[in-house]
């Protein structure tokens, strides 16, 4: 079983649709959370962050995270064409604290 | 603040050539890490370094890769001898504690 698992896609929405963007992991011990975006031919880039059960806003963006099930999620509303991208889960796991990357999620916002 | 900064950005080589791929982590930055990227296996982890020690090395994948951390402000990536296989978008990131991971442009490397 892979550290952090997604779906690869790709998932197709339409402008100004949701896009939910799902991703679990395996370490229990895991706290921190991450959402990366990654153009194609580019770095990955961090769009949030987070650490503690329930919802985080900020902007368009909105990253869900559930303990329990071991599950982390990124809602993007309204979504645009600038967001298609491939989308990148990531936590931090083990001992050595090193952050460990899903193969991600490639969106496409279609018009 | 630059960013990290990775050179070059870009290599060709042909097969059996040694490689070497630098980094410059952000300033005041304290851990850095390669990670290697391609289609069929996404963002590998390589190795990582927490205040210029290798805590992690067991991603690299076999002896013909090798990292170095002479200081905070430098690292290497080495490959020798390279192999097709090899060809990949190498990243290198730095960060403070566990905290914010930054990615340097990265490195396309194509061993012919």
């Known amino acids: 079983q892979k550290e952090v698992e997604q779906n690869s896609g790709p998932l197709s929405v339409p402008e100004g649709a949701i896009a939910s963007l799902n991703c679990t992991y395996s370490?229990?011990?895991?706290?921190?959370f991450f959402w990366y975006r990654q153009y194609s031919g580019k770095s990955p880039e961090l769009i949030m962050s987070i650490y503690s059960n329930g919802d985080k806003e900020d902007g368009r963006f909105t990253a869900q995270l559930n303990k329990a099930s071991q599950y982390v999620s990124l809602l993007i509303r309204d979504s645009q064409p600038s967001d298609s991208a491939t989308y990148l889960c990531?936590?931090?796991?083990?001992?050595?604290?090193?952050?460990?990357f899903g193969t991600g999620t490639r969106l496409q916002v279609t018009l | 603040d630059a960013g990290v900064i990775q050179s070059p950005r870009h290599e060709v080589t042909e097969m059996g050539q040694e490689v070497t791929l630098r980094c410059k982590p952000i300033?005041?930055?304290?851990?850095l890490f390669w990670y290697r990227q391609t289609m069929m296996r996404g963002l590998e982890l390589l190795i990582y370094?927490?205040?210029?020690?290798?805590?992690?090395d067991s991603g690299m994948p076999e002896d013909r890769f090798s990292a170095k951390m002479p200081n905070a402000s430098f690292s290497t990536l080495k490959i020798q001898p390279s192999e097709p296989r090899d060809s990949a978008v190498y990243f290198c990131?730095?960060?403070?504690?566990?905290?914010?991971?930054?990615f340097g442009p990265g490195t396309r490397l194509l061993v012919l």
């Open positions: 370094f927490n205040n210029n020690v290798p805590i992690d």
């Open positions: 370490d229990r011990g895991s706290q921190s």
């Open positions: 990131a730095s960060r403070i504690n566990e905290e914010t991971q930054y």
């Open positions: 300033s005041g930055h304290n851990s």
């Open positions: 990531a936590a931090i796991t083990g001992t050595a604290s090193k952050l460990t």
